[in-house]
């Protein structure tokens, strides 16, 4: 059994990422731009629908709206982003049957492109939020960047059972697909929890990304004190996860193996 | 020995395979597969094991075995010391990353440290020969610019067991031998290889000891010239059924084959020979820079594609010697025993260790046999019948 965090290719993840940030817009004119393009015009789309046209029942006005979404769509995306990648990772890398490459260093590769995308998104989010006066000062961040680090780890213990597990049944990738889809909705990502009723916030509870969303929003709700909760139960989904990708990983893998 | 209880195994045995087989579940519904089976053999520490057969017979997942990327479904098998190994194009390389980045990867992939992955990098550059394309990301490469990192990378990792599959065809003449020169020195240096390959010539020269697989199951397992020969055989019977290697010009080019002429007893050319007369094949040839006694061949086909008699001069120590420049070389077949027919004739120059073609014309110089009265078989050889009495039929 191999170590969980062998060093070897622990190191070779670092210059893999950035290439493959340089390499995806590699002769495009807007560049880099174009993967804060994406989330922007969600975000445009749902502050324009919900905050001017549907004019929710909240106190907040369009801005304060757009950045509520964006602190939420932003890790939301970039979770989506890591966990669809490794579902496919290993049919596009078919080479790794016969190389020597661990699949942890494929998976943490997609896992960390598609965090540091999202990392950069919700700084420029809490950026702006802070320059308009609607965030709290900047020992705030810890919170959020506490939760994209469990985030981030969260993401590679399920992608190092979910890109085995695709490989072996090809159902999975569209079932992952629609399944995120649905957990968009599931999550108080583009509607704020006050807006729900008691059992609906309950339920909400039991929603691993709404924690992770408090930690996200914590500099813009500023509120007094850290959301410590918050930061427990989403260290406790990130412990879980791990340990269960990394005690199936050998197991799925050797069986992938075979298949691809 | 091949299958049962398998061989004493020796102390200084570097592989050790016994009773191994290997089963593919189908992704649908179907019985199993198995793509290997019973295939026991050990190679010694130093020892260099050919792998033969024809496409589908296992080769690769044996290899697959050896390198530990699969695993095996029945059997043992141990392999002692790190292993480097070349089994696919473009196994373990980032498209994105540069020839440098992916060996300096693969460097600490292999468990070297910065520093070290780094002279990998710098000793694999100076072998792969690939210029500036050194510093370009993968993906811009061919698919023998790939091989030549691959193997140039796996030959600098100098580790004490090398695995190479069939991926030396895919370079150019000049590399396919400058990779076997480099699994020679390997050789020498200690390490244990293990090479499976088409190129039977090049196996010959390379390895002690060959395994013979055919449909996943071992056939033989012995002495790499008894096997391969065997192997040979195999494939030159199974060619008289069907197409086999294509007419055409191969090899390095140090030696360019200038003229073939097909001549009678009298000198003259023609295409038309009697059996039993004199054929003398006629090479004009240039040796484009000092060669160390090369092996010369002609060889001659029947127009199915039967291969009929190929000799050579590798055990002639009177045509040793290095040769540089133009020569004339004669091969002559007294009293022609070919039958009635079409006929092709191939000429060959190879390396003196016959691993690697300098030049090799294959069937490319056709000639016709007459013979009458017309004989069925494929050869006429010298006979005499006799007929005597045995006594009366039941008296014994």
Partial sequence: MRAPLSPAWARSVGPLVLADLRHRYAGSVLGGLWSALGPLVEVAAYAVVFGLVMRPRTTQDGLTYALFIASGILPWSSLREGLESSASTLPDNRWIRRSRVPMELLVARQVLVSAVRGACGLLLVLAAAFAAGEAAGATGLFWPLAGLILQTAAVFGLGLIVAPLATLYPDLRPALATGLTALTFASPIVYPESLLSGTVRAALEWNPFTHFLRLYRFPLAAPSGGPVAELAMAAATTMGLLAIGLAMRDRLWWAARDRL | ?396
């Avoid at chain 2, 060959?210 to 199951?217: E, N």
């Avoid at chain 2, 077949?333 to 006929?343: A, C, I, R, T």
């Fill in chain 2, 1 to 396: 020995m091949v299958g049962g209880a398998g061989p004493a195994v020796t102390a200084a045995a570097a592989i050790t395979v016994q009773g191994v087989g290997k089963r593919y579940a189908p992704a649908g519904p179907g019985r199993d597969l198995w793509a290997l089976r019973d295939v026991t053999f050990d190679v010694a520490r130093g020892g260099a094991l050919a792998v033969v057969g024809e496409n589908g017979s296992g080769k690769s997942t044996l290899l697959d075995l050896l390198m530990g990327v699969t695993r095996a479904s029945e059997g043992r098998l141990e392999v002692t010391g790190a292993v480097a190994s070349l089994l696919e194009l473009g196994a373990g390389f980032f498209v994105e990353l540069s020839g440098r980045e992916n060996a300096v990867q693969m460097g600490l992939l292999s468990g070297l440290t910065r520093a070290q992955a780094r002279a990998l990098a710098t000793a694999a550059e100076e072998f792969a020969e690939l210029g500036e394309f050194f510093e370009r990301p993968v993906r811009t490469y061919s698919a023998g610019m790939v091989m030549r990192l691959g193997f140039a990378i796996a030959a600098s990792l100098e580790a004490p067991v090398v695995l190479v599959d069939e991926v030396l065809a895919v370079g150019d003449g000049y590399f396919q031998r400058k990779c076997i020169d480099r699994l020679r020195q390997m050789r020498a240096a200690g390490a244990t290889l293990v090479v499976a390959s088409h190129d039977l010539h090049a196996l010959k020269g390379l390895c002690d000891r060959a395994l013979w697989l055919r449909q996943g199951r071992p056939v033989a397992l012995g002495p790499a010239e008894d096997v391969i020969g065997r192997y040979e055989e195999h494939l030159r019977l199974k060619a008289a059924e069907g197409p086999g290697l294509a007419p055409g010009r191969r090899g390095t080019g140090e030696v360019a084959i200038r003229s073939v002429r097909l001549k009678g007893a009298e000198g003259r050319e023609r295409t038309e020979f009697r059996s039993g007369e004199t054929l003398r094949v006629e090479v004009d040839f240039e040796a484009r820079r000092p060669l160390d006694s090369p092996v010369m061949g002609v060889a001659i086909f029947r127009e199915d594609g039967v291969y009929c008699c190929g000799p050579n001069t590798r055990h002639d120590a009177s045509l040793r010697g290095t040769y540089d420049g133009r020569y004339r070389l004669i091969a002559e077949f007294d009293e022609l025993p070919l039958l009635g027919g079409g006929y092709e004739v191939s000429v060959s120059f190879y390396d003196k260790d016959h691993v690697y073609a300098y030049a090799w014309d294959h069937r490319l110089y056709p000639f016709r046999v007459v013979m009458e009265p017309p004989q069925h078989g494929l050869v006429s050889l010298r006979h005499r019948f006799h007929v005597s009495r045995i006594g009366d039929a039941g008296a014994a």
